[in-house]
Each structure stands twice: as C-alpha cells, then as structure tokens.
C-alpha cells in the first residue's frame, strides 16, 4: 500500500460539462475526507464518510456535487454542469477513527487538479 | 465555527537563523491543533501534533490556550525546511480539520 492514490491528477474541462474523481484510500481506514483547495488557500473540507455513511457535508458542497463510498473503500466525486469556479485542487484524505476519542492522522493523496475553461 | 489564521503568507530567513511560523486558533472548545507541510511537488504530509509534544525535524509546536496560538518554531532553519506550512484544528473524534490559509517559508542559503 503506497498511501492515499487519485485519479486523474490533472483534468481540465469546459464548462458545462461533468467530472468525477476518484479516491482510494489506505485500505485498513474507515474515514475518507474530501478537501478543496484553490490557490492562496488552505484545503477547504467538503465532506467525508465513515466506511459508506456519508456523516456531514459542508456548505461548499453546492447541488451540482456529489460524493459516493458505495462499499466503504474508494470514493468518487462528482461535479455536474461544471463552472469556471469550480476550478481548484480536490483533495481526499483518509484515517482510520478507533471511537469517538482522540485524533489519528489524516493521510492525504497527491490530488486532482481541475481546470474549468 | 472553528477558525485558524496564519497572519504570515510569506516568511524568509537565513539558514542557520530561528524560525516561528504564527498560528492562531479560535475555538470554544479543546480543540486538536496540527501543523501540516507540503515539500514542492509532495503531498501534504503531517509534521507534529500538539498531543504528542514531540519535536520532528527539529520543529516544535506549543499550545498556548491563553492566547489561543500554536506557534511553530526552529531554533536553527536549514534549507529542507523551505516548503508551504499549515496549521490546522480539529475536533476529537477524527472530524474534519480546519486549514489555515498556510505560510510559505523560504530559508535562504
């Protein structure tokens, strides 16, 4: 295991169009995390699920996205109808969460950079 | 709502010369504080955590609730060091964390 993998790293798109993201986690981990992250920013969090339960989705995460971990491994990410806005660095990041106690690292992936023309 | 700040977008020293990258939290509660770096063309990598009181790379990080910081310092840089730093907090239980907007810091030979 090679830690946290995405694909693709690099999409660009036209505005209107669809996209979606993969994310495969550390295989042992049962929370995957989404970020966002545009330029001069630190990564803005998205949603995230433990194993396939999605637990909260931020105010950032319009309509038009949508996040699925049907069997609790990888995720996907979905944009519809993109916008030039929607460009930025899609980060996901995992952990593996033993109770409802203490904090265990976030390992995060290398990222897929969207550009929206 | 958790906030993090780092006031410093651009931070440049000399090798050899201490380093305090600023962070700022605001929090009601107890909050879990992280300082993240990302090395150029790296993934964003966890450096140290306020629990673990540990120094890494020669890096510590004191959590000061009074005046609510999490200060990362270095007494000496070293070239390595130049990279894009972000604090971070979070809650117990694996929750999301919240990023600051990070520190860019240059160490110049």
């Known amino acids: 295991d090679t830690g946290v993998s995405q694909d693709p790293r690099h999409k660009i798109t036209k505005r209107g169009q669809n996209v979606t993201f993969r994310c495969d986690p550390i295989s042992e981990h049962n929370r995957l995390y989404w970020y966002r992250q545009t330029l001069g920013q630190g990564p803005e969090f998205l949603t995230y699920?433990?194993?396939?339960?999605?637990?909260?989705k931020s105010r950032l995460l319009s309509d038009r996205f949508s996040a699925e971990r049907p069997k609790g491994s990888f995720s996907t990410l979905e944009i519809q109808r993109t916008e030039q806005g929607d460009s930025a660095m899609y980060l996901c990041?995992?952990?593996?969460?033993?109770?409802?106690?203490?904090?265990?690292?976030?390992?995060f992936g290398p990222g897929t950079r969207l550009t929206v023309l | 709502a958790q906030r993090v700040t780092q006031p410093e977008k651009l931070l440049s020293v000399f090798k050899g010369a201490p380093v305090e990258l600023k962070c700022n939290y605001s929090y009601s509660g107890s909050p879990e504080l992280f300082w993240y770096v990302q090395y150029s063309r790296q993934r964003l990598q966890l450096l140290l955590r306020?629990?673990s009181r540990e120094s890494i790379k020669g890096f510590t990080a004191d959590l000061n609730k009074g005046e609510t910081s999490f200060h990362l310092k270095k007494p000496f840089a070293q070239e390595e060091d130049s990279a894009m730093y972000y604090c971070?907090?979070?809650?117990?239980?694996?929750?999301?964390?919240?990023f600051g907007k990070g520190t860019r810091l240059s160490v110049i030979a």
């Open positions: 990041a995992s952990s593996l969460a033993r109770g409802l106690a203490g904090y265990n690292e976030q390992f």
């Open positions: 699920f433990q194993n396939e339960a999605q637990l909260e």
């Open positions: 306020h629990i």
């Open positions: 971070a907090s979070g809650d117990s239980g694996n929750t999301p964390l919240v």
